[in-house]
C-alpha cells in the first residue's frame, strides 16, 4: 500500500509541475498581463510571469537606452493594479503581490538609471534576479555568476510577496552564488 501511495504522490507532483508550466507557457504567450485577467491565475505563476517579462523589457531598455520610459511603464502597470476592482481575499492577495513586484521593479530601474547602466553585463543588472523564458521553453533564473532551472514547485494558494530589500537582494545574491559554487564541487567529486 505505501508503495502506491508513493507512487500516486510522484505523479500528482509531476502533473501539478506541469500544470504550472502549462499556465506560465499560456500566461507568456500573453504579451501583457493587462491582456488578460491576471486574476484568473494564481499568483505564482502571475508573479513568474512577470518578472520574466520585466527581465525582458530591462534588457531592451538597457540596449536601447530608454529606462526612463520603461519606469513610465512599470508606474502605469503599478497605477492599473491600484485601481483594479477586487472581488475576494484571493484577488487581494494577487494584486498585492504585482504590486510589490512593481515596487521593487521602480527600486531597480532607479538604481539602473542612477548608475548609468548602458550594457546588460554591468554588475548593477546582472545582481538582479533575472527570470527568463528559454528557447526549449524553460524558465530559468539567474543572478550574478549562477543560472538554476526553475522547478515549478508548487507554492500554494495564497502565496503572498515578500517585500524586497537590498538586504534580502544581497541575501539571494549570495545563497545563489553558494548554490553554484556546491552544484560545481558536486560536479568535480562525481568525477
Given at each position: 500500500m505505501t508503495?502506491?501511495?508513493q507512487?500516486?504522490?510522484?505523479?500528482l507532483?509531476?502533473?501539478?509541475?506541469?500544470?504550472?508550466?502549462?499556465?506560465t507557457?499560456?500566461?507568456?504567450?500573453?504579451?501583457?498581463?493587462?491582456?488578460q485577467d491576471p486574476f484568473?491565475?494564481p499568483?505564482?505563476i502571475?508573479?513568474?510571469a512577470q518578472?520574466i517579462?520585466?527581465?525582458?523589457q530591462t534588457?531592451?531598455?538597457?540596449i536601447t537606452?530608454?529606462?526612463?520610459k520603461?519606469k513610465?511603464n512599470i508606474?502605469?502597470?503599478?497605477?492599473?493594479?491600484c485601481s483594479t476592482?477586487?472581488?475576494?481575499e484571493?484577488?487581494r492577495?494577487?494584486?498585492?503581490a504585482?504590486?510589490l513586484?512593481?515596487?521593487?521593479?521602480l527600486?531597480?530601474?532607479?538604481?539602473?538609471?542612477?548608475n548609468?547602466?548602458?550594457?546588460?553585463?554591468?554588475?548593477?543588472?546582472?545582481?538582479q534576479?533575472r527570470?527568463?523564458?528559454?528557447?526549449?521553453?524553460?524558465?530559468?533564473?539567474?543572478?550574478?555568476l549562477?543560472?538554476?532551472s526553475?522547478?515549478?514547485?508548487?507554492l500554494g494558494?495564497?502565496?503572498?510577496?515578500?517585500?524586497r530589500t537590498?538586504?534580502a537582494?544581497e541575501?539571494?545574491?549570495?545563497?545563489?552564488?553558494?548554490?553554484?559554487?556546491?552544484?560545481?564541487?558536486?560536479?568535480?567529486?562525481?568525477?
Amino acid at each position: 500500500m505505501t508503495v502506491h501511495f508513493q507512487v500516486w504522490l510522484k505523479n500528482l507532483e509531476s502533473e501539478m509541475r506541469s500544470s504550472l508550466h502549462n499556465m506560465t507557457l499560456k500566461c507568456i504567450v500573453t504579451r501583457s498581463l493587462q491582456e488578460q485577467d491576471p486574476f484568473t491565475l494564481p499568483t505564482q505563476i502571475l508573479c513568474l510571469a512577470q518578472n520574466i517579462r520585466f527581465t525582458e523589457q530591462t534588457e531592451k531598455a538597457i540596449i536601447t537606452k530608454d529606462l526612463h520610459k520603461l519606469k513610465a511603464n512599470i508606474e502605469n502597470e503599478n497605477s492599473y493594479y491600484c485601481s483594479t476592482e477586487i472581488e475576494d481575499e484571493s484577488e487581494r492577495y494577487k494584486r498585492q503581490a504585482l504590486i510589490l513586484q512593481c515596487a521593487h521593479y521602480l527600486c531597480v530601474i532607479r538604481t539602473l538609471i542612477d548608475n548609468n547602466v548602458v550594457s546588460t553585463s554591468d554588475w548593477h543588472w546582472q545582481k538582479q534576479l533575472r527570470f527568463y523564458f528559454t528557447s526549449n521553453k524553460e524558465v530559468t533564473a539567474k543572478m550574478g555568476l549562477a543560472t538554476i532551472s526553475y522547478s515549478y514547485e508548487y507554492l500554494g494558494v495564497n502565496t503572498g510577496q515578500f517585500v524586497r530589500t537590498e538586504l534580502a537582494d544581497e541575501c539571494f545574491l549570495i545563497l545563489t552564488q553558494l548554490t553554484k559554487v556546491l552544484h560545481s564541487e558536486l560536479n568535480l567529486l562525481r568525477r
